[in-house]
């Protein structure tokens, strides 16, 4: 099993749906995650970071911590094509001097 | 927030020289940096993870005598490619993360670098 695994998608989402992103983790990383949003050409960016069980919500991101379950998600409401982007998940193991992402969800919105 | 600088952004060399990337850490002391590299529709390849004052720990199969990394200061990280080839054309970004826990990894902007 990989550390973090990721549905890999590709995921394609007409524009105002719900987009939901989803990450699984092993029991090496340490519980606090984040998700990234990598543009085409571009380096990754921090979009949300989630450290305890439950929800954390930041406009329309919400990320979703399930400890018990070792799951991690990212749901995007109201999506829109400016959304359109590959998602990663990221979990530090130890003392964060390693850190595991998973393979990313390519993320399509329709217009 | 976290602001991690990258430069240069864009470089294009002949085959057989080095070239040179630094990646700073703005307002926060990384106590670790990361080296990455990215093919096109490729996922991020880690090449190797850099702590302050010692020695970077290379990803199997990153050549340490070819991809050079220096981490002198609690601010600064170079990455030397030397001897460049055109299939080390590639996006390679740094990453770095501050001495605090739960920190999370903050990007640069990346450099593209085409050996000609």
């Not at chain 1, 998608?9 to 989803?22: D, H, K, M, R």
């Not at chain 2, 981490?71 to 740094?94: G, K, M, N, Q």
């Not at chain 2, 990346?110 to 050996?115: E, F, H, I, Q």
């Amino acid at each position: 099993q990989k550390e973090v695994e990721q549905n890999s998608g590709p995921l394609s989402v007409p524009e105002g749906a719900i987009a939901s992103l989803n990450c699984t983790y092993s029991d090496r990383v340490s519980q606090s995650f984040f998700w990234y949003r990598q543009y085409s050409g571009k380096s990754p960016e921090l979009i949300m970071s989630i450290y305890s069980n439950g929800d954390k919500e930041d406009g329309r991101f919400t990320a979703q911590l399930n400890k018990a379950s070792q799951y991690v998600s990212l749901l995007i409401r109201d999506s829109q094509p400016s959304d359109s982007a590959t998602y990663l998940c990221a979990g530090p193991v130890g003392t964060g001097n390693q850190f595991y992402f998973g393979t990313g969800t390519s993320l399509t919105v329709i217009p | 927030g976290a602001v991690v600088s990258q430069h240069p952004s864009w470089v294009i060399c002949k085959s057989g020289t080095s070239v040179k990337i630094e990646c700073r850490s703005l307002d926060f002391q990384a106590t670790t940096m990361f080296w990455y590299r990215q093919f096109p529709k490729q996922s991020l390849m880690l090449m190797a993870t850099s702590n302050e004052g010692s020695k970077a720990t290379y990803e199997q199969g990153v050549e340490k005598d070819k991809f050079l990394i220096n981490h002198a200061s609690l601010t600064l990280s170079t990455l030397t490619v030397t001897s460049a080839h055109p299939e080390d054309s590639s996006f390679y970004i740094c990453s770095a993360t501050a001495r605090a826990t739960n920190s999370p990894l903050h990007f640069g902007n990346g450099t593209r670098l085409t050996v000609t």
